[in-house]
């Protein structure tokens, strides 16, 4: 059996794959949007076409939270790298504290920057076993100012399944998974996303806050880093990443049209059970996280024998799938199974993985 | 004499027009980048034909600027108002100062964050006459750490045509007319340019600086905010803003294919020639800017009877013409002469002028 195909199954870890309906529209836009005959790139973020795009694109992310108005969307530039500054710089106290969970490179990222700020605790860390693991039965310290987690580790495959009971706000880097699954938004303070993973193209970060958590820190602040500047704003204080906010619009339009949340948890468990049960039965293959705390988004598996990876590499290759080397931090593969990735994609790689074993096992 | 057209003459003031040729390219990237059958939308911003888009990116810009290896080129998130904040926290030494020039609304914001920095002089400003002439012969102090000035002010239609010479560091915003004139780059320690007026979409900043301007702050700095961990990541620490960077880089491609900036800056002054002209001869309109620094990107101009705007208005409407509407805080009519917008929508915004004078003159 030979598996070939000139369409491309898009594993990419992120910038991940976006619906082809959603890049057909985002491409006609670029010509000519809403019947203006003007592009999109070149009308002001002011007029009422676009005023509406905003309105749609924040009002989406409450409706698929399943929040009140006591919270506020925001799209900002500087990706999800920035919120990593401006979450502390925004919610802890002058001679406060923050407590943070450590559960890879982001996480790691995100604590080196509240470090910067102010006094941050790294009260959990699975970084013993490279992060293939969530922590879990940690103590969370009442008087911190918040606590930081991050929901999915896009490099090292781990997501947290059951969020920690909390008694201080939660904020939550929800970057490589948002909007794949039900959560109970109302636990959070804040949550954020970069955008390129799971909901739209690079170049906006989604900030959804609630309102009574900001206004506390009695530091002077600097415009751009300001959550409630911003808020004060309509997210619009300056010129939005115009195209990008209505790309993530459409991504999530096509999200709730064909189900919502509901539907897209129910696939995404469809493709990772797929892909997971080839990880485990197929005898050249092994998974690298704690079974417990496997992603239903980024699967990492290694080859048995490391030296049979070019044999593997041509296989997939030759039957389109694109996107499935691991990181330099794990090695071996990773698939990304974002919302727009068809369950059919998943087969391919797992008919692939068949068909390896039968040649070579 | 009725003038009508389906075509739209786009004036708007930014987010602005982008060449045609720019446009369909950038639509057939979301399809299909590079023959990959993927979108742009949709790559790693690590594959091998991303990082080619963001090395070229990089390299038009000192090339266009006629720069050395002395110099390094940033895209970055956020907009130009986020650099109203980095230029203080990466130039202004602690316990240093920074010299500004108030030309504007822009200019006033620039100064705003960077009072929140450090110690800011104004050491010159056009506000007691809202900002319709650029100061001149102010003395530069030079024990500041650097100058900022505002190369052209898109909301008041002024622009500097003689650069202060300073024996200080030179800082220059130059959003709205970046790419347009002969500018002597090597003069200033850092420019910078949110993209969406004059060199792409919105969602980019392009941020030129001379490398031995930095590191000299004696300031612990948060990783996004500071321009050396940016230099040291290629311009891709994190994620950048994909999109609107290809698409600058074609805008830049477009101009460099056409002639360059000695082309772009000899149209540029046929275009401001054509309608200032107009503007000054005809009975109705007058012009809002002192002539020595009239801008030759966004012509602002006033009706001597203000209740005549609504049949002026119908005339260029019928006509095709778009965003021509002053900004709030000069009122009647603003006309942004782009790099992308031809001569002949300036022709026909004259025409209207003219039309409307037979009219009602």
Known sequence: MTITTTKVHN????????PQEVLKEAAASCLNFDNLNLSLLEISHRSKNYEKVMDEARAIVKELFEVGDDYEVLYLGGGASLQFAMVPYNLMRENGS???V?????ASKAIKEAKIIGNTKVIASSEDKNFNYIPKGYDIPGDADYLHITSNNTIFGTQIKQFPKSPIPVVCDMSSDIFSRKVNAKDFALIYAGAQKNMGPAGSTMVMVKKDALGKTGRKMLSMLDYQVHIKGGSMYNTPPVFPIYVSLLTMKWLKKNGGIAW?????QQKADLLYNEIDRNSLFYGTVEKADRSNMNLCFLLNKPELEPEF???WKDAGIS??????????YRASLYNALPLESVQVLVDVMKEFEKRLG
């Open 11 to 18: 594993f990419s870890a992120g910038p991940g794959i976006l």
């Open 98 to 100: 923050a407590a943070y």
């Open 102 to 106: 450590n559960t890879g490179v982001w």
């Open 264 to 268: 897209i948890e129910k696939l995404n």
């Open 313 to 315: 590499d041509k296989l």
């Open 323 to 332: 996107g499935i080397r691991g990181h330099r931090d794990v090695g071996g």
